[in-house]
């Protein structure tokens, strides 16, 4: 038997992807294990799911550091201790600093509620109302020092429908985000996908913006 992947997961909230992945690995569909759930923040819900699934948990508060850099390092060697094959940002909300990311390059994900490169940063739900688009959507891709910018693994699409505000938005993207995030993990531990010199393969093929490698097909949209 392979043996599972070995994560850590950091959250600042909610910790609803956290808790998409744990339900896939405990349903047998992700070969994985979650070393650690570490927070930023105290007493969020996120650390009430670790506990509930019995995931070793710790907060890290990045209120009680000088510098952001202090901080890094701190959960830097929180991370380092588990010894992950991957670290996996769930609703994570501190900007890294780029020897962090650099330190994690080839093992650091992140799930961005938009069809990346298309509205990097926040609030991506009204901006794409606010844009008239069609469509809206989310992606899984590798961290890079430059901010929602990393090599794409995965994307979902869902359609903008005339009736939509930005709560109705959000909660169509979470669903697909509580889909893509296990099935990106579950691709890396399968080895289906890899990352090499910047570049993401799906089975030994280069993954573009323009192949059907990139693409989920969503069928739980309300249209």
Partial sequence: ??????????????????????????????????????????GVTGLQRASKANINSQVVDHRNFASREDFDQALMDAIDHEQPDLVVLAGFMRILSD??????????????????????????????LDAGELEHGATV???????????????????????????????????????????????IASSQVTFSNGVVYFNQQPITRHNSNLIWVNDSSDR
């Avoid at 938009?114 to 739900?125: C, D, E, F, R, V």
């Avoid at 891709?141 to 930005?166: K, M, T």
């Avoid at 169509?172 to 995030?181: A, G």
């Fill in 99 to 128: 020897a962090f990311v650099e330190h994690y390059l080839g093992r650091l994900l992140n799930i961005h509620p938009s069809l990346l490169p298309k509205y990097q940063g926040l609030n991506t739900h009204q901006r794409v």
């Fill in 141 to 187: 891709h590798y961290v890079i020092p430059e901010l929602d910018s990393g090599p794409i693994i995965l994307q979902a699409h869902v359609p903008v429908l005339p009736n939509d505000d930005a709560i109705r938005l959000a909660n169509r993207v979470h669903e697909i985000e509580h889909k893509i995030y296990p099935e990106s993990i579950r691709r």
């Fill in 1 to 42: 038997m392979i043996e599972p992947i070995k994560l850590v997961v950091l959250i600042s909230g909610n910790g609803s992807n956290l808790q998409a992945i744990i339900d896939e690995i405990e349903s047998g569909k992700l070969n994985a294990h979650i070393a650690k759930v570490i927070s930023n923040r105290p």
